[in-house]
């Protein structure tokens, strides 16, 4: 394996473990989440991965699958085999453009920027995190003072949520598999991909260069199967012989996870949506339940208890 890849931590190298489970986005619907991990504490093993591909919150930012994250992780490493390093996140569009907005104070023209990363989704974090948008604007039109007080604030309310601080750091841009110092053949990204280009060398293609990856036909250097969460035409899930996606498209479609072996091997599909004869609660809907405090939740699945949650899908699909 190069020595930039091996110095590069932006892109986590998975080893060569018995099987993946990819994830893929679940746009803040968090029930659906749930059921694949419910799935998946049936059947994941020690000395597997587990990775998630980003698009972790709803559009309006109201509900952000990060706890259940973070929770379904403490319900695996209470078991004996299972490691920190086998969980891997990795930031989708939405997730690094809210992780550049702590740069904005560095940028040349910080309003100019803002407008971009919240066009790629920045705001659905912001809201999370509980600021609107006109407060936004205005800090950036305060001056720089300002927007640097604004950023360590922000800092602080994330910093406020048990582990959300630590979940940012760990994100990742890409995972891959290796052997022997070699890369490859599973290549896990967030959404797109640029071949021509070295690993150390993508960028933002990471998220920008995917319109014509589904259209890959042949091995990309080493690596044989590609993982993708978003597709950029939002079409949801779709099997090529390099490409496998598992697009939810944008909420609109099931949340999918894939076991795959190292070696490129689909082994299995499952997937998790409401059932013909529930109601989808809305995003914005006032129904919504309110999900249990972590811990509690960590203590009822423990023992097997029904957890609360916005959505409650019972159906899901191999």
């Known amino acids: 394996m190069s020595s930039d890849i091996e110095k590069d931590d932006t892109i986590a190298n998975l080893g060569w473990p018995q099987r993946l489970w990819v994830v893929g986005p679940c746009s803040g619907r968090l029930g659906a989440l749930e059921t694949i991990h419910d799935q998946l504490l049936d059947c994941v093993q020690p000395g597997e991965k587990i990775i998630y591909t ?78 609107n948008l006109p407060d936004v604007h205005g800090v950036i039109r305060s001056g720089l003072a300002s927007l640097t007080r604004w950023i ?98 944008d909420g609109t479609t099931p949340v999918l996870a894939a076991c795959v072996h190292p070696n490129g091997l689909i082994e299995e599909i499952i997937s998790a949506a409401p059932s013909a004869d529930e109601q989808w609660v809305a995003d914005d809907s006032e129904s919504a339940t309110t999900p249990l405090p972590l811990a509690s939740q960590f203590a009822a699945r423990l023992t097997g208890q029904t957890v609360a949650a916005p959505f409650r899908f019972s159906s899901h699909a191999a």
């Not at 698009?55 to 992780?73: Q, T």
């Not at 904005?104 to 920045?122: K, R």
């Not at 601080?165 to 053949?185: C, D, I, Q, T, Y």
């Not at 933002?204 to 993982?227: E, T």
């Open 54 to 131: 980003g698009g972790y919150a709803s559009a309006s930012g109201r509900y952000v699958a990060v706890d259940e994250i973070l929770l379904f992780r403490r319900l695996l490493l209470a078991r004996d085999g299972f490691q920190a390093h086998d969980f891997v996140w990795l930031r989708g569009q939405e997730e690094e453009a809210f992780h550049r907005l702590f740069r904005l104070p560095y940028t040349y023209n910080p309003t100019q920027e803002l407008a971009a990363l919240l066009a790629q989704g920045a705001g659905r974090y912001l809201n999370y995190y509980g600021y």
């Open 152 to 249: 360590a604030q922000l800092r602080h309310q994330m910093r406020a949520i048990s582990a959300h601080e630590n979940f940012w750091l760990a994100a990742r841009r890409a995972a891959l598999v290796s052997r022997h110092g070699k890369e490859g053949p599973v290549l896990c990204v967030p959404r797109g991909f640029a071949p021509e280009k070295s690993l150390t060398e993508q960028g933002d293609s990471w998220w920008s260069d995917g319109k014509l990856l589904s259209l890959i036909q042949k091995p990309v250097r080493n690596f044989s199967r590609i993982i993708r969460g978003r597709d950029p035409a939002a079409l949801g899930m779709d099997v090529g012989p390099i490409v496998l996606t598992l697009d939810d498209a």
